[in-house]
């Protein structure tokens, strides 16, 4: 009673996926995958940042990172321009892989963490979300879409996803566009 219990406050808090999770078990969440049955305000905030994305444009990509109140966390620590910090990351030096890196993570599953002050949150890709050891081999091929075959098979080594992941709320929130850790 006492584990059920405590799987079921777990389950409440976010942290876990059930009993399966309490008792040790790798429990893969729900993939979602249609963008149309995201809320209306969640559907504007990724159709703002893949737009921006898609022109090629990193300065487009400011326009909806400043339509929260408060800006999205883009690194560890506070990033006072987020289109010079996308730009010193990106391997052209103009942004570029950083929106190739947008439209590719948009283009894959997303999950649905429950909770939260601006409601539940929308994750993408899934695999930020997921144990890696419990992807098939269909999961594992739109892993090498993100990330070349040598960080993929660390990823799954270690069964942590440590690539780019975004994050925006049911309220239309854009929380993040980090790296996992």
């Given at each position: 009673m006492v584990a059920t219990m405590l799987a079921a406050c777990l389950v409440f808090a976010g942290i876990t996926n059930g009993p399966a999770a309490a008792q040790g078990q790798l429990v893969q969440p729900e993939i979602l995958r249609d963008?149309?049955?995201?809320?209306?305000?969640?559907?504007?905030?990724?159709?703002?940042?893949?737009?921006?994305?898609?022109?090629?444009?990193?300065?487009?990509?400011?326009?909806?990172?400043?339509?929260?109140?408060?800006?999205?966390?883009?690194?560890?620590?506070?990033?006072?321009?987020?289109?010079?910090?996308?730009?010193?990351?990106?391997?052209?030096?103009?942004?570029?892989?950083?929106l190739a890196a947008l439209i590719e993570i948009f283009r894959t599953g997303y999950v649905r963490k429950t909770g939260g002050k601006d409601g539940d949150l929308f994750v993408w890709p899934y695999f930020a979300e997921t144990p890696l050891q419990t992807l098939n081999s269909g999961q594992q091929v739109e892993l090498l879409t993100l990330v070349p075959p040598a960080q993929a098979a660390k990823m799954m080594e270690t069964g942590k996803y440590t690539h780019y992941r975004i994050g925006i709320s049911t309220t239309g929130v854009w929380h993040f566009f980090d790296k996992a850790e």
């Open positions: 963008a149309s049955k995201l809320p209306e305000a969640t559907q504007r905030m990724r159709q703002a940042i893949l737009a921006a994305a898609v022109s090629g444009d990193i300065e487009t990509l400011r326009v909806a990172s400043e339509m929260n109140e408060l800006p999205p966390v883009f690194a560890n620590s506070k990033v006072a321009d987020p289109v010079a910090f996308w730009k010193k990351l990106s391997g052209d030096g103009e942004g570029r892989e950083i």
